[in-house]
């Protein structure tokens, strides 16, 4: 019998670090329903300010448009930051930063 696998997707800093097939397991959230997966990356948008977690995916074509949604959404934060550094006038001190991700 061969070994069930499914695709990962973790997300660590905003950042798609891992994309790859595992062993499923029973406690995995495997889902293929968009609207779920886009409920769960709300979630930890809103909880945390990140997108960060761990995503399972029967389909690697799902896992993949998934990983390129998380990239495009840092992608579009990165330029916005990019636009406000370029728009500021800085007569001294530096405030510039993400007000939803916190920094020690």
Sequence with gaps: MTERLVCRVVVTDNIVCTLDKVPYAP???VSDDELEVSTRL???????????????FEDPGR???FAILCLDFA????DRTIDRLEAADFPGELPCG?????HD
Excluded: V
């Design 98 to 102: 993400n007000p939803r991700h916190r």
């Design 75 to 78: 992608k579009r934060l990165i």
């Design 27 to 29: 406690e995995m959230q």
């Design 63 to 65: 896992a993949r448009q």
């Design 42 to 56: 709300s979630q930890n948008n809103l909880r945390n300010g990140r997108l960060d977690g761990t995503y399972y």
